[in-house]
């Protein structure tokens, strides 16, 4: 008996320390989360809102649009963000990143330079955390 008590005190314990972090992880503001959310594989993938959908441009003549719908953390490819500091510097393919902000939505938008690099993605407060919620590559 005492051992399924010791068993039952760990278990909480340790979903309240779960919870005490996801708490601290909420209140950071969006600079300090998107820094981690920049480098960090982990927690990228756990704050990003599934079903995540994608869309791009396919034929630029006829502005056909795609739709990829990512369900799950499995199916997301890590996007390194911690990169994009130095994109003006590039040979090719530079841009610059602006940050579009309101109330409870941030956009991060990464806009070509001399190119048709347009790539953004929407950041929102549900339950007071910041969640990657779409992603839109209008990229030519």
């Known amino acids: 008996m005492k051992y399924i008590a ?25 600079e300090r989360f998107f820094e981690k959310f920049s480098t960090n594989e982990e927690f990228q993938k756990e704050n990003i809102k599934y079903p995540l959908k994608l869309t791009y441009i396919t034929d630029l003549e006829t502005n056909s649009i795609e739709t990829k719908i990512y369900k799950n953390q499995s199916e997301w490819k890590f996007i390194d963000f911690s990169l994009d500091i130095k994109a003006r510097e590039r040979e090719y393919d530079q841009y610059e990143v602006m940050i579009i902000t309101s109330d409870r939505k941030k956009l991060y938008k990464q806009k070509g330079i001399d190119n048709g ?24």
């Open 6 to 30: 010791l068993i039952l005190f760990f278990i909480s314990a340790s979903l309240s320390f779960s919870q005490s972090e996801s708490r601290d992880i909420c209140s950071l503001p969006f």
């Open 117 to 140: 690099i347009l790539v953004i993605y929407q950041f929102e407060k549900i339950e007071g955390c910041w969640k990657l919620t779409l992603v839109e590559d209008e990229s030519a």
